[in-house]
């Protein structure tokens, strides 16, 4: 397999299908299988000798993040071999590779103990050379252009835009020059670095003319928070930037960009004017040396300081208490007074207004307990008239209690009748009875007074009573 004309099929299937897609999270799936169908498909129809062809696709979102892609399988040095490349837009990061890993002699998948390999493999299983491993961060800022050593004896000859999309040598990158002042760096900043750094595969990204000196910048842009070496340590500590340019020139000219080797030059598409011109980058734009970036919405200098600027009592009051003197500040003695007076009356506030907060979770909690305690007593007081009403009630407990005693007690004190069968004979007369707790005897009728008086009467014993 020619790995020159897969690699030129892979290139021209990714520009012709992704020169202006937006990366979407939800459509790449779908994407990169299309886009594997797509390549592999092509290659068939280029007619090499094969056996098997494996394609894989992989797109990130372009945030300046490095991708390494790797694939493991049983490999022939003989027969097998691989191509790959890579397609980069401002939103997009795709590496596509297409590698045939089986040829028509089938590895045995068995591991073997004694290999010298990785995972038991040996010499014979054609094991791929393993890629270096690149650090994402940095350990040095960015050296100054007067700092790096530049071979002139080789020919500057600039690449064209075609030839940086597809890649350059390793020791030939494509020199991109930015712009900005840079002013309160910010994260707005570093994304238009970022992106210039991502314009191309290779890319040596140039900060210089956008970190131009103090008196250049005063009289084109206007006054500065930082000053000139605060912005070029700012910019040299940023992770996308390779060299930084002292005392560069506002307006960009043909003798700078060749002493500097520049491809191309970087900043957003909104015309630019200054210095008596309408858009500075016109003759770049017109030498075909511009590569456009976009700007980050809701971020930059001009807010930031408008924020400080609109806040400005809260931030002199913040310093203030955090030890700065008022000479430091610009502040007047008059104002410095009221701004002592402001955190005093302020400090009172935020007690007033804990106690008020505290006093209200107190009324709150008494509330709570109070509702809690009428809900109880309320609980209380229904089971107690219920137990009271069970007991005492019309139909209570009492009440029947009180029946059956007083059924009990007329029974006892009742005397006992005899059988109506029984012979009639004279009855012996029956003893008095004596009341319980009195020592009269009981009335009697008329017509047995007689006879109860000759009648001998006698008391009930002990026994009998009880």
């Not at 139909?395 to 059924?407: F, Q, S, V, Y």
Request: charge should be negative; glycine fraction near 6%.
């Amino acid at each position: 397999m020619c790995k020159g004309a897969v690699k030129e099929c892979i290139r021209a299937i990714l520009k012709e299908k992704l020169a202006n897609v937006q990366y979407d999270p939800e459509e790449m799936p779908e994407l990169t299988k299309s886009l594997s169908e797509t390549i592999k498909d092509r290659l068939k129809e280029e007619g090499f000798d094969r056996y098997k062809m494996v394609v894989q696709v992989v797109i990130g979102e372009q945030r300046g993040e490095g991708v390494n892609m790797a694939a493991r399988c049983f490999w022939d040095a003989d027969t097998d071999s691989c191509a790959h490349d890579v397609f980069m837009n401002f939103l997009l990061d795709v590496l596509g590779k297409m590698e045939p890993p089986t040829s028509s002699r089938l590895n045995s998948r068995k591991r073997r103990k004694d290999g010298s390999g990785p995972n038991g493999a040996t010499e014979l299983d054609g094991i791929p050379p393993k890629m270096s491993r690149r650090s994402l961060g940095l350990r040095e800022p960015a050296p100054f252009s007067d700092e790096v050593e530049i071979d002139y004896s080789k020919p500057y000859i600039r690449v064209t835009y075609e030839e940086a999309m597809r890649g350059t040598p390793l020791d030939r990158p494509v020199r991109v020059y930015a712009d900005g002042i840079f002013d309160l760096f910010h994260s707005g900043h570093a994304r238009a670095l970022m992106q210039a750094k991502n314009l191309f595969p290779n890319t040596y990204l140039i900060v210089g003319d956008t970190v131009c000196s103090d008196e250049l910048t005063h009289n084109f842009k206007g006054f500065t928070v930082m000053n000139e070496n605060e912005r070029y340590d700012a910019v040299q500590h940023c992770r996308y930037v390779d060299e930084v340019v002292r005392n560069a020139p506002w307006t960009l000219t043909p003798e700078f960009l060749a002493e500097h080797r520049i491809d191309f030059v970087a900043h957003d598409d909104i015309p630019y004017s200054s210095a008596g011109s309408d858009d500075v980058y016109k003759h770049i734009k017109e030498a075909g040396m511009f590569a456009p970036t976009q700007r980050t919405e809701g971020i930059s200098t001009s807010d930031i300081i408008t924020r400080i600027v609109r806040d400005y009592d809260v931030y002199v009051r913040r310093n203030l208490q955090r030890g700065y003197t008022a000479k430091e500040l610009n502040v007047s003695f008059i104002n410095e007074k009221k701004y002592h007076l402001q955190e005093r009356v302020d400090k009172v506030k935020k007690r007033v207004k804990d106690v008020e907060e505290k006093s209200k979770e107190f009324v709150q909690k008494v509330e709570e307990k109070s509702i809690d305690l009428i809900q109880k007593w309320e609980e209380k007081s229904r089971e107690f008239i219920g137990n009271f009403l069970e007991m005492f009630g019309p139909e209570g407990a009492l009440k029947h209690m009180l029946k059956e005693g007083k059924g009990r007690m007329l029974q006892a004190i009742s005397p006992k009748q005899s059988p109506s069968s029984s012979p009639t004979h004279d009855r012996s007369p029956s003893p008095s009875f004596r009341w319980p707790f009195s020592t009269k005897t009981p009335p009697s009728s008329p017509a047995n007074r007689s006879r109860n008086e000759s009648a001998v009467t006698y008391d009930i014993s002990e026994d009998e009573e009880d």
